[in-house]
């Protein structure tokens, strides 16, 4: 499945709140239900292969407990529902996106630890002759 039929399939089986926004904005704020909020427990997972599910509940931290995505940005409910689409899509790719391949470990070549033990010599050289005449141990 591509991550947009997965973020339908959720926006789908999703539950959707919407309430009152907060902060200033007069008496159109206090009577517009503006704020979206799309809730998406394990149940909004079913239908999904299971490969998926996994890895988007780890990716999008559902568990017991819902995932919540809100928005209150804008003046209309369709901006912000729009506004919680666009982030659970974001999210969404993250979570089925491939991990990033492993690092391969190298070692430093021959040629390398000689310059380095020639240089800590040159170093050990240059504080030998700072010091003091006569202080030899």
């Not at 799309?38 to 909004?44: D, T």
């Not at 990716?59 to 912000?80: K, Q, S, V, W």
């Not at 689409?85 to 430093?108: C, D, F, G, N």
Request: aromatic letters at 2%; hydrophobic letters at 35%.
């Amino acid at each position: 499945m591509t991550p947009d039929e997965v973020t339908d399939h959720l926006v789908a089986h999703g539950t959707w709140a919407f309430s009152r926004s907060s902060g200033p904005g007069g008496q159109r704020r206090d009577k517009a239900e503006t704020r979206v909020e799309l809730a998406l427990g394990p149940e909004a997972l079913a239908g999904l292969p299971m490969r998926v599910r996994d890895r988007l509940a780890r990716g999008l931290g559902i568990t017991r407990t819902p995932a919540r995505f809100a928005a209150e940005d804008h003046r209309e409910r369709e901006r912000n529902r729009a506004a919680v689409i666009s982030r659970l899509a974001r999210r969404v790719r993250q979570a089925l996106a491939p991990a990033p391949p492993r690092r391969k470990r190298t070692r430093p070549s021959r040629s390398a630890r000689e310059r380095r033990l020639a240089g800590k010599a040159r170093r050990g050289q240059v504080k030998k002759l700072r010091r003091r005449p006569g202080a030899d141990d």
